[in-house]
């Protein structure tokens, strides 16, 4: 019989395994031998059963691995075409699920809780079973162990931390039978812990809650697959410290080394090998853990190897998995879990008047319905589809008016810091009164230039909530807290009594169109006390991070019975009217109508940069011939005029910005399009908006179409691309474009300038040539 690689298992914990590991292979009409090969046949008691699975790009289950210390099972699950085409009677799964349904089968396994889901849902075999990272949580301070921490605490001191972890990192067939059996090893001789624990079932789940959670199970792993398992950092120097010790200062925010147990850094290619144990603003500070000392002028390259640890938000996820799994919480005992996933009625019945508060005074008819809703307590879901320049925030601004006047606790979040930002600055030229909690991690060194001014003293930093935080002080009698999706899963939240002072009673969420719907289930479980939910978003724009990789991710906005109840927000006053228009007729279903003060068609060029390549950064891109051409811009036309910078990569972001400060341009006008996704440009503040780094999407950005790029322009908009780029369009971008190979605009914009510009003689529909934007060589004024 075959046996696991001695050499990996060698690797993984050195003299742990004192015999050859044997490996069994199945195919599905084999399993009916799986209990006994376990040897589930014998004794009374429950035996601990390593499991491990793989799933293919579309998330169904390839093959699974069930592993004793003496032995590992693989067994191949896909169906051959034959038998997935003949009618059978007895189901192909019948062995896996009589197997697991056995009382002495105990699964142990780390992220045990979706491995079940997934094994119920697409198996159809219902288990017990033990996660075992929340088993042994007692292991770190804060978070859950790595398998390999738990490894080195259960099996062997000698276990390498780092080689266990990345066992979970690929899918190979050895690494999946090794994930099995060293789960196995440790559930083996963690006994007592077993017994006394809290086990996860899948049979008390009623069908329609299998399939609501494995679909969201399935997503998570196919995410969890795409994370890289090593970045490029880069950086303006590294000190030499005492005691071995680096202190390395980050240049970006995205590409910073953050402190980690689970991570390595490999400095000049593996010269040198540290872990960053300590992480203030730009610095992370570095413990050498080997290879030979490097000069601080030697180290040309960081480099982030493994992942780090799960996120709060990801945490309380998979603890409230656990909760539905181990009958403590019940999915559709929440309201708003109901109303999503289980309605009982097949539309939403809208409210259709318009109240008459002096808070609403100001707001056009579909704003004012849309406030109105809001404020209306017998109408629990409010979502409201609301494209760029519509006044989204307006109107949330009028209902927190509303609901500060009489005194009524509100949550306000988005899905991105920025986004929160923007709600903030937007809500306080009001008069509103609000607490907004911000992540140290993001604000301090990093961002603190984004609440410069009279959101500054809003602020509440999340050190704060470890030293003794009095709610009553510190909120005083703001009724309104602003903070991120992620902020709001922070642990500490509740200990130090923020929802005891301001109750979950009321939320409103900001970008919905752009958060993986799933990720508010665990928050609608938590908060019973909550009674009204209201949602912005436009599903014509940035879908939720990760949607080519996990296509059945679903938004607010792809639930039909929510969506044909949706309000839609039908004036914007952003852009100029031919461009308003054009979005309005080629997204909007021309239900979109344009109040601005710029009536002509001459609003929009596109500038063809011969020169310019692509060039990969990291899992961001730039391209230099472009960057160079909107700096002639700048330098030439527009360094005396109020402007700013958009691009879809923030490696060209930070490409753009560099060569502004090197030549003395004002620099802090440069965004990605995350990052200016909310910003308000209005005619007296930023009348000039390029959009730089061609039009594509980018790698993560497949399906974002042209409109959200262009619809925060006010008044004019340039559009520096390769010339290939004249080929394609960009309404919507393809899936699995290249990046290399960008998108234009729209043809039938082109097309409407073609005639117009044969009549007037100007350019050949609307491209201008780099050389027309200044310097003799076109790149470099």
């Known amino acids: ?292 000392a490097l000069a601080s002028a030697d180290i040309v390259d960081v480099r982030v190897l493994g992942r780090e640890e799960a996120t709060s938000s990801e945490l309380a996820r998979d603890g409230y998995f656990s909760d539905l799994l181990e009958e403590v919480a019940v999915l559709d005992g929440s309201t708003f879990n109901r109303l999503l996933w289980f309605p009982n009625r097949k539309n939403f019945k809208r409210n259709r008047r318009q109240a008459t508060d002096r808070q609403f005074d100001a707001l056009n008819a579909s704003q004012r319905i849309v406030a109105s809703a809001m404020i209306d307590e017998k109408e629990q879901l409010v979502i409201t589809h609301g494209p760029p320049g519509t006044g989204k925030t307006t109107t949330i601004a009028a209902a927190l008016d509303y609901w500060q006047v009489n ?143 996990a296509p059945k991710m679903q938004t607010i906005f792809d639930f039909p019975h929510i969506r044909k109840g949706a309000y839609f927000l039908d004036t914007q006053y952003r852009m100029p009217v031919p461009l308003g228009d054009f979005i309005s007729q080629e997204v909007y279903k021309s239900l979109l109508k344009s109040v601005h003060d710029v009536q002509g068609r001459d609003c929009m060029k596109v500038i063809d940069v011969r020169k310019g390549v692509e060039e990969q950064l990291g899992t961001s891109w730039k391209n230099m011939e472009e960057a160079h051409t909107v700096v002639n811009l700048v330098k030439h036309y527009y360094r005396k005029l109020k402007f700013c910078i958009i691009t879809p990569y923030d490696a060209q972001r930070a490409t753009i910005t560099n060569l502004l400060k090197g030549a003395n341009l004002p620099s802090d006008v440069v965004y990605n399009v995350d990052s200016f996704q909310g910003t308000q440009v209005s005619a007296c503040d930023v009348p000039l908006v390029f959009v730089a780094d061609n039009m594509s999407s980018g790698p993560n950005r497949t399906r974002s179409p042209v409109c959200h790029r262009i619809g925060r322009a006010d008044h004019h908009a340039s559009f520096p691309e390769p010339p290939e780029s004249r080929q394609r369009h960009a309404h919507p971008v393809p899936a699995g474009h290249d990046p290399r190979h960008p998108a234009s605009v729209h043809p039938r914009w082109r097309q409407t300038h073609v005639a117009r510009e044969a009549r007037e003689g100007v350019g050949r529909s609307g491209w201008y040539c780099w050389r027309s934007v200044g310097g003799c060589d076109g790149s470099r004024g």
């Open 407 to 549: 005194k009524k606790p509100v949550w306000v979040i988005a899905q991105s810091n920025v986004g929160v930002k923007n709600i903030a600055r937007s809500i306080i030229k009001r008069g509103i009164k609000f607490k907004l909690l911000v992540s140290k991690e993001f604000h301090f060194e990093w961002h603190e230039h984004l609440y410069k001014g009279s959101v500054e003293d809003t602020i509440i930093r999340s050190e704060r909530f470890f030293t003794d935080f009095d709610p009553v002080h510190e909120i005083g009698d703001a009724q309104i807290i602003l903070c991120t999706l992620a902020m709001l899963s922070n642990p500490q939240l509740a200990p130090i009594g923020m929802f005891a002072h301001r109750p979950m009673e009321r939320l409103v969420v900001d970008e919905a169109s752009q958060i993986d719907v799933s990720e508010f289930m665990h928050l609608f479980g938590r908060f019973e006390e909550l009674r009204k939910v209201c949602m912005f978003g436009d599903p014509k724009q940035l879908p939720p991070f990760g949607k080519e990789h």
């Open 1 to 292: 019989m075959p046996a696991l690689d001695p050499h990996r298992l060698a690797q993984v914990i050195p003299g742990f395994a004192e015999a050859d590991i044997p490996h069994k292979r199945l195919s599905l009409d084999q399993c009916s031998r799986l209990g006994t090969l376990l040897g589930l046949g014998r004794g009374t008691e429950a035996q601990a059963i390593g499991v491990s699975l793989r799933l293919s790009e579309k998330g169904a289950i390839t093959s699974v691995a069930f592993a004793t210390e003496a032995l590992v099972v693989q067994i191949n699950t896909q169906l051959s075409k034959s038998s997935s085409g003949s009618a059978r009677t007895v189901s192909p799964y019948k062995g896996i699920a009589d197997t697991l349904s056995n009382s002495r089968c105990l699964l142990v396994g780390v992220g045990m809780q979706r491995i079940a889901l997934l094994l119920r849902h697409q198996l159809q075999a219902n288990c017990m079973a033990v996660d075992l990272s929340m088993l042994f949580s007692n292991l770190v301070e804060r978070g859950l162990p790595s398998p390999g921490e738990i490894a080195q605490e259960v099996l062997s001191s000698r276990a390498r931390v780092f080689k266990i972890n990345a066992l979970w990192h690929y899918q190979t067939n050895d690494d999946l039978c090794l994930r099995a059996w060293l789960t196995a090893c440790i559930g083996s001789r963690s006994s007592e812990r077993l017994e006394a624990s809290a086990k996860l079932r899948t049979e008390h789940l009623r069908v329609a809650h299998i399939e609501c959670l494995a679909v969201a199970a399935m997503n998570i792993e196919l995410l969890e697959a795409k994370k890289p398992t090593q970045s490029e950092n880069e950086f303006t120097r590294v000190d030499i410290l005492k005691g071995r010790k680096l202190l390395l200062h980050n240049a970006r925010f995205q590409s910073r080394v953050r402190k980690s147990r689970q991570t390595i850094i490999q400095i000049n290619g593996g010269a040198m090998e540290a872990r960053a144990f300590e992480a203030k603003g730009r610095r992370t500070e570095l413990q050498i853990i080997g290879g030979r």
